[in-house]
Every structure is written in structure tokens, then in C-alpha cells.
């Protein structure tokens, strides 16, 4: 099985609390993706969905993604083009979401104290590792379990499943 | 008794999780791969899951018949778009064969769960929807999961679950007039909050749970997701909780007559403070229903208090039951009337306006008062908006005042009438929630 590729990109600082009703907005659940997409985060950082790139990273705060199971929480980043959220504790459905889509997510204590907004993170997704190399900071996050790392190995459950039914269907 | 003295018990979650997985034990922390025993699915995930399966060519359910598909949130349709998303759910669900499948007016999924007996004590069951630990007041170890470990459970029949460590919350004596059980899981959002329960299954014991209906244990078990539990467990036909040997991580006593009501405010739910600190704040709408306090008991609760009288100038109350069987009990006993007469809008059962998708959302600057379990900003319509959360009577009572009122205080609860927070009655199941 192939390995998981170390992670490098620019912070996005957020609180605690981040919900997903903040990530994906109720209103919003039945309008074109685009018009989605224009209001993630928006009432915690306004800029956020017009100015974020590929490849950047969201650190947050205690509790990111509590609120509702909507898959659209951690999939609007990731179509945002987020890489991986790091935060200092992840709401149970949400990290499992973001797994389920492939998208990295891992619980990191202090992690929102010491990174500050705009600085290169790296995270070693199979240790937990994460790092600011230009102010020296290194902390150990939680390890993701093997199962999980299984899946984000394949690129999410969608692509385990097209496996599954190829068995099926033999 | 089969346990030796002294030899560890497992508690609820790992006795459950263990048995899904086809072990004599596990233990809190590892991870296992379980057999899911039944799931269910509401009508604002049910196509993406089911296209998610059609799209990867899995040409049929792992177990058709243990899948329940409630539509319940977007209902009726307010646009083309919810339309046409459940017009291919259905599609689907007949595709996939899925016979349990209830549609728009049977009522909110997790009330439709338990009064269509879709759920027995001591299965695992997942859903897509948060509020899934509301099984556990049936001792049902139950809990949200997303659309693709949905489409994973479909096709394989099994899950990756963590073992959970547990907390116990030991239940003393009564609540006195006025308090309820949401005043009881709010008063555990303050005195726990989110940090302790994170992850963790919560087991409800001790003399207080006798006191509590199953009505009583859905809305404490509903909101324990609140707390960030993945659990939120009762005592039911063989599961028994607090054990007495089992490793629980923390453990909590509360007295029941000690509480008083409680109120969130926002913009989240852990904001908990006693009534009586909000006291006083202008309200512009009340929303009495949902799957944490939809039910028969609840109307009943909020059309005592609103009998006779009229709700305040400026200030709507809207009202949606959890469920037909809620609605037709209602509006059997009066309270359907009773409500109208007050100037309440009745609507049909559903979400209403619980997650902010239509049916009653706020302009900016509004505050609403509810009896749902959420508060979060922009959770029901303008991010500008404010949400408080209370009981069925904190809200009818705040309905008649037009500003936040504490139950208590309204003179006909003292007045020789029968106290209304501790009429024991039936639930709207016909049944008492028994141990
Ligand atoms: S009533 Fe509210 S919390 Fe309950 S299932 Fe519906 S939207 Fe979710």
C-alpha cells in the first residue's frame, strides 16, 4: 500500500468552536455548489472562502466541526481546496467525516496557541507530527488509527467502495 | 450476577461494541470493525449516500431490511432543488429495495424510530444525523455518522467504531414544578460540558431515571450529543447501566429537586445559564417542537400553561409535532385547539425550522426562544440572528410574557392547579419509559 505523503502548507488560524453549521451553512444545503462554497466559514472569517488557495491548511481551536454530521462540513474544504485541518480537538463526526472524504484531520493539544495565521505547517499525517520549521515548533499529534489511515491511503471511502464492488460483481 | 466480586465489568458501550464485533469484550480506546444492527437515513442525505453506491456499481444492500429512510427535514419540498433531491432518493430507496422507508408527514426520524419500534435494546445502530444518540434512552448504543461510512455500512453491513470510554451520571430524586428534562440536559451542558463527554458514552442511572418517561430520556439522550458524547445510554429490558465494577472515567450525582430551569444562550449550547440571568429579554419568536422536545408531553406541557390565555403582541410561536402519532394525540386531547386558540401556528410533524432549512427562520437582528438543541450562529436563518434554548415551558410561558420568563414564576403553576412539570403521564407511545 502506498504511503502518505507529508503535508506542507499555509495556516489559516481559526478559534474554537468552529461548527458546521459555520462550515456549511443550513441555508445553503440545496444551492449550486459555488454559491456554497462562497459561504464557508464566512461568519468566523469573512475573507476566508475568497481568499483561500490550494493546498493551505485550517488550524483551529478546541471542538472544530461540532454540530451536525453534514459531510459537506469537511468536503467544502477540501473543494476549497484545503489539505488538512489541524486543530487542538476535533468534534468526533466531523474528524470521521474528513477521513471518510480524504481529507487529513488530526487532533493537535495547543497547536491553535502557537501557530500563528499565515505560517508554513507541516504534518507527517502517519505519526501525527506537525511542525513550524521557521519558528522551530514541533508537537505531537494524535495518531490517526490504521483503519483510517487505510482509507485516506485510497483517497476516501468513494474509491474503497468502487473495490468493494468490484467483488460484488464478480 | 455472573460477574465474580471484584472482576472488571464492562460497561454498556463495550458490552454492546463487543458483541457487534463478535467478541467477549473490548475495551475502551482499541478499535474494532462491528456489525451494525440497523440504520437509518433522512431525506437530506439519502440520495447523496445512495448515489454515492450507485455511482461505484454496488449492486445491492449488504441488508435492505435493516434500513429505515424517514423524509422529515426539507418537507414538503420548499424549492425545485430539495424536490428533485428527493425525487432520486426515492428513486433509489425502491431500487435498493429498502421497504422501511416512511415519507413526508409520518414525522421527524428519530421520533419515527422509536414509535415504529425500528430500534431494541442493546443494538448498535448508526444514522446519518447527529441527534442518533436519541436511541439511547431505549439502551440503544446509537450515534451519527456521515454520508460515506453510511454508504460503507450499507454495502458491507459493518463499521470501524472506537470503544468509547464512559461516563456515569447518577439521577437522585424528582424535579420540582416547573423543571424538566431539558432543563436537566442543559443543566449537564453547563456542569459537564463539552470537554468531558467528548467521545465518550454517557450512562444514566440511579432513582432519578424511575422518574423520567421515555419522553424524558429521548430529550436527555437527544442533546447528549451536545456534551460531544458518542453515546448517551439508559437502562432498558436487559441493559443495565452503572455497573458497578466497570471503568467509567468520571463520575457525576445530581439532584433532581435541586434543579431549576435552564436556558442556553447564544451562540452555543454549552452557554447555559438559570432562567432567571436572562430573565426579561425581548423575544420575536418561540419555536416549540423538534426531536428533542416535539412530543406529546411537550405540547401537552406548553398547552397548560398557554390555556386560556393569549400569546404577546409582536411575537409569533410556531408549533411543529414530532410525529402523526404526536399531531393526532394532540389535537385528540385539545391541545391542537389550545394552541391555536393562544395564537400559535400549528404546522404538519417534521424539523420545522430546527436546522435552519425553511419552515420559520429569523431576519438579522431577531431572537428566538426554542425548545430544539442547538444555538449555534446562523444555525436557524440570518448569522445575525440570536437562539435561546429552554423547555416546552420556559417557552410557552416566554411566548405569554413576549421576553424570556421563568415557568415557575407564572402564578397558575402556584395556584393550587396541578402542577404541570410533574404530571405523570403516558408518553405519546402509550408507555412509560420503564427500566
Ligand atoms: S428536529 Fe432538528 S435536530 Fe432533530 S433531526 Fe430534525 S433538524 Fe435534526
Sequence with gaps: MAGLPAIRGRAWLFGSGISTDML?????????????LKHVLESARPEFAGGVKPGDIVVAGANFGCGSSRESAPQHLKDLGVVAVVADSLARIFSRNAIAIGLVAIACPSISEVVKDGDTVEIDVVSGMVSVGERGIVLEGDRIPEPMLDVLRHGGIEPLLASIAAEQNR | MDNLAGSKQLTVAEEILARAAGREESSAGEYVVAQVDAMMMHDIFAADVLSMLERAGIQRLHDPSKVTVVFDHMIPPPSVSAASHQAKARELISHFGIDAFFEIGRGICHQVMIEERRVVPGQLVVATDSHTTTYGAQGVAATGIGSSEMAYALATGQLWFKVPESVSVI??????????????????????????????????????????????????SNMGVEIGAKFAVFPADSIQTIRENAGYVASH????????PQVAVPHHVENVVDVDEV???????????????????????????LEGKHIAKGLRLIVFPASSQVMEAAAREGIIETLNKAGAYVGGPGCGPCFGGHLGLLAPGERCLG?????????????????YLGSPMTAAASALAG?????????????????????????????????
Excluded: W
Aim: proline share 4%; glycine share 12%.
Design chain 2, 253 to 260: 450525582t445530581v439532584s433532581l429537586r435541586s434543579l431549576t
Design chain 2, 403 to 435: 421576553a424570556i420568563t421563568n415557568p415557575c414564576q407564572m402564578d397558575h403553576i402556584t395556584s393550587g392547579r396541578e402542577p404541570i412539570g410533574a404530571v405523570a403521564t403516558g408518553d405519546s407511545l402509550g408507555r412509560r419509559g420503564e427500566a
Design chain 2, 279 to 305: 430573565a426579561g429579554t425581548p423575544l420575536d419568536q418561540v419555536f416549540i417542537g423538534s426531536c428533542t422536545n416535539g412530543r406529546l408531553e411537550d405540547l401537552r406541557q406548553a398547552a397548560g400553561i
Design chain 2, 371 to 387: 425548545t430544539h438543541n442547538r444555538n449555534f450562529r446562523g444555525r436557524m436563518g440570518s448569522a445575525d440572528a440570536e437562539i
Design chain 2, 171 to 220: 439521577l437522585e430524586g424528582q424535579f420540582s414544578y416547573g423543571v424538566t428534562a431539558k432543563d436537566l440536559i442543559l443543566y449537564l451542558m453547563k456542569a459537564i460540558g463539552s470537554a468531558e463527554a467528548q467521545y465518550r458514552s454517557i450512562e444514566f442511572g440511579g432513582p432519578g431515571v424511575d422518574e423520567l418517561s421515555l419522553a424524558d430520556r429521548m430529550t436527555i
Design chain 1, 24 to 36: 456549511s451553512p443550513g441555508q445553503y444545503v440545496h444551492h449550486p455548489m459555488e454559491e456554497r
